[in-house]
């Protein structure tokens, strides 16, 4: 089942969610920022994307350069501070069984559909 972490007010979020209603696939939509994942939630999106929690935030959001730039977290600590500021969470989020991608740029979603 294909599942789509999503941010309406996101366009490249926008562009994902397209290339999923074009693909002729089924799809689950996740509205992260109303159903914020658990951490455990984000524990396994990380593992499928095979990549760290740093990795997973949107560094440039003014929330993360105030509260959290230059300092030193733990892993633990980076998904504590997306789970309190889900907009932090890069978008979209793409999973497709023990697969996955961040849909940046969204043409990285048609990869996983293949």
Sequence with gaps: MLKIYHNPR???????LAILENSGHKFEII???EEVPTKKEL???LK???????Q???TNEAIWKEKFKGKSMT?????????EFPKLIERPIVIR???GVVGRPPEKIKELLN
């Design 48 to 54: 499928t994307l095979g990549i760290s929690p740093l």
């Design 43 to 45: 524990e396994t999106i």
């Design 75 to 83: 892993n633990d600590e980076v998904i504590a501070a997306m789970i």
């Design 56 to 58: 997973l935030v949107r």
């Design 97 to 99: 069984d023990n697969n």
């Design 31 to 33: 509205k992260y920022l």
């Design 10 to 16: 996101c366009g490249k979020s926008r562009e994902g």
